[in-house]
């Protein structure tokens, strides 16, 4: 079992910046992949970035690309989100989710996520 908490969010204005994170506990599997994904209400849930357990591999969803930053600490089990240059249309609720391993094909797939954090709300005021 792993458990996942999501911290950071809140309300910010367009242009501005904010950093999730994303404490992980429970069993520890090396070579395991965290992601970041986000949802609107009535939307489906939609992939953000993805990164390897190194952290030399990372993938990031075309609408965040040079903005958005996905990071992770294994000493102490918590991935990042920096999120900078905001935009109203980033507004949603940020949830981190674990899967075990790395894909470079199936990285935007939720089905291959294994456990999933309770969200943190992101609001960009225009």
């Known amino acids: 079992q792993v458990q996942l908490v999501e911290s950071g969010g809140g309300l910010v204005q367009a242009g501005g910046s904010l950093r999730l994170s994303c404490a992980a506990s429970?069993?520890?599997?090396?070579?395991?992949?965290m992601g970041w994904f986000r949802q609107i209400p009535g939307n489906e849930r939609e992939f953000v970035a993805i990164?390897?357990?190194?952290?030399?591999?990372?993938i990031y969803a075309d609408s965040v690309k040079g903005r958005f930053t996905i990071s992770r600490n294994n000493a102490n089990n918590t991935v990042y989100l920096q999120m900078n240059s905001l935009k109203p249309e980033d507004t949603a609720v940020y949830y981190c989710a674990w899967r075990p391993y790395y894909s470079s094909n199936y990285y935007y797939r939720l089905q291959d996520y294994d456990y999933w954090g309770q969200g943190t709300q992101v609001t960009v005021s225009s």
């Open positions: 990164i390897s357990w190194g952290g030399g591999s990372r």
């Open positions: 429970g069993r520890t599997v090396p070579g395991s992949a």
